[in-house]
């Protein structure tokens, strides 16, 4: 399922790649019931050349990029959850990670790659991204509350920690 398909940081030269891909999902939202998540130009050229410059990676098979997300090793709106973590213990974060829909199992890699280098995830989405909640909870991913950013809103929290029961 994975064959030729690696994760690294992206490029300066992905950026074109990386537009189409988020074009892609939002369309691929809207069309399933989600059109205010991402609205019509969220993540934009800012935001890609801010991945471009910190936290952005790619999939890339064949080394084109076929989905695109940021991570880091902490968010400080996840520090006032309305709920709670799994644990405290320090955690990776996953964040606008999308598919341009022409590789399957794109999210799945990602999700798959990020556990197994830190072990804790920390993940969100809207309220009405009903495929990412459906991935995340085949993944194991636990819903542990909601938390608010100040240009996003509410979202919905997850966490999954390798090995936990």
């Not at 790649?17 to 019509?40: C, H, L, T, V």
């Not at 991945?51 to 880091?72: H, P, Q, R, T």
């Amino acid at each position: 399922m994975y064959s030729n398909l690696k994760i690294r940081r992206i490029r300066a030269e992905d950026r074109d790649d990386i537009m189409a891909i988020y074009k892609s999902s939002r369309a691929f939202m809207a069309e399933n019931g989600n059109p205010d998540q991402w609205g019509d130009d969220y993540p934009g050229i800012e935001e890609v050349e801010a991945l471009i410059e910190k936290d952005g990676y790619v999939v890339a098979g064949n080394d084109k990029a076929v989905a695109v997300f940021a991570f880091s090793d902490h968010d400080d709106a996840y520090d006032a959850i309305k709920g709670a973590w799994l644990d405290d213990s320090p955690y990776g974060v996953i964040h606008m990670l999308a598919s341009g829909g022409t590789r399957a199992g794109a999210g799945q890699f990602v999700l798959d790659h990020c556990l197994n280098m830190t072990g804790n995830i920390r993940i969100d989405t809207h309220k009405d991204n009903i495929p990412m909640q459906r991935l995340l909870e085949k993944n194991g991913y636990v819903y542990c509350g909601t938390v608010t950013f100040e240009y996003r809103g509410e979202r919905l929290a997850f966490q999954k920690i390798k090995g936990y029961t």
